[in-house]
């Protein structure tokens, strides 16, 4: 009788620890539907906002009837494209810096501190001065053969990413320091940059300065589609492995004896983030700090566990975006600005947080 007792005491000490897991988990659950919802209202709010105000009843029935004439076509040919590759870019970047965050153990890595917008700036001005790319009109500088702009983009990105690795394996050097290679590679491709400029006639010049503003407003339905099909499996490769990323976070040693194969966890996420961002900056030029922004903001407010973090930043991270091109269209109306300026604006002062907290750490 005494043993039975223990036991059953036992069982309602750890009942109360139960609970409180499903309770944590719920709330993080509720917090995700949440966002999700908040997001969908900012993607109606996003579509009825510009020059031209259009009532919510009317983008509803724009979106739901797909109806393209009228102000069905303003919402699908001009504001929808803009707001998909928010959406895209943003989920896609911030799911990108998550993962390398992880596999680094460094909260500074991200595609933009990696320096794979440096590499795909470079290439696309490679692309403008050497394809003769870049081209000019009486009132506006624009990228005439965008497509081997973005390929050039994407191969030198690429090229940033496999030297990176290369020179990991080569000096095995650790995760951390993994960031300082890219660091010194970003730094590399910007003296490039610089160069190519330097070369650069006056329309060329002006190209290169134009892509280099990231900006969502040369976003093709060309470009959201391969974006979206480059998301889609690196999303679903990465949730496959998100109990891979939780025994990363608690260090190389415990990973290991969980059975983590670190090596090819900590290759195979880098390679994957770095080709979708590679696609991303490729498309839509250098868009800063989204990378940092969205995991930062996830973690703050569900923790560390990648089953839910894979999850909220990428939907933070779309907000975000959606909201920065939001603002970038209608502060200085008619005149729009490049969403890639609001968000260095935003991710500058996070960055310097970061190392601040990282030091007093």
């Known amino acids: 009788m005494v043993q039975l007792k223990l036991k059953r005491g036992s069982e309602n000490e750890k009942l109360p620890l139960y609970s409180q897991y499903h309770k944590y988990r719920k709330q993080k659950i509720v917090f995700l539907f949440v966002s999700i919802i908040l ?35 303003i919402v699908w040919d001009v504001r929808m494209p803009r707001i998909l590759a928010a959406l895209l870019v943003g989920g896609g970047l911030s799911l990108s810096g998550t993962v390398m965050q992880s ?6 890595a991200s595609p933009y501190t990696l320096g794979l917008s440096s590499a ?18 009486t009132s506006t500088i624009l990228v005439s053969n965008s497509f081997a702009v973005a390929a050039s983009a994407f191969g030198f990105c690429l090229l940033s990413t496999l030297a990176i690795l290369l020179l990991t394996v080569l000096t095995n050097i650790s995760a951390e320091s993994m960031v300082l290679a890219g660091i010194a590679i970003g730094s590399l491709f910007s003296a490039g940059l610089t160069l190519m400029q330097y070369l650069a006639d006056s329309v060329q ?29 690196v999303c679903l490769l990465f949730f496959n492995h998100r109990w891979d990323f939780n025994a990363l976070d608690t260090g190389e040693e415990t990973a290991i004896g969980l059975g983590v194969k670190t090596g090819t966890v900590r290759v195979l996420g880098m390679l994957a983030s770095s080709f979708l961002s590679a696609i991303i900056v490729s498309f839509f030029g250098t868009i800063a700090f989204i990378g940092l922004l969205g995991p ?20 933070i991270g779309a907000f975000i975006l959606l909201a920065a091109d939001t603002a970038a269209r209608t502060v200085l109306q008619p005149m729009i600005l490049p969403v890639g300026i609001l968000t260095s604006l935003l991710g500058g002062p996070l960055f310097i947080y970061l190392l601040i907290a990282g030091r007093n750490k």
């Open 205 to 233: 010049l002006a190209s290169i300065v134009s892509w280099t503003f990231g900006d969502l407003g040369r976003a093709k339905w060309q470009y959201l589609v391969i974006t979206a099909l480059a998301l889609i499996p």
């Open 120 to 137: 795909a700036a470079f290439g696309a001005s490679f692309a403008i001065i050497f394809f003769d790319a870049g081209t000019g009109t």
């Open 39 to 73: 997001l969908l209202f900012l993607v109606i709010f996003a579509a009825s906002t510009g020059s031209i105000k259009i009532p919510f009843s009317k983008v509803l029935n724009a979106i739901f009837t797909l109806k393209t004439n009228g102000t069905g076509r």
């Open 103 to 108: 596999v680094l153990r460094n909260q500074l």
């Open 296 to 315: 930062h903001i996830a973690r703050r407010i569900l923790g560390s566990d990648h089953r839910f973090l894979l999850v909220s930043s990428p939907v």
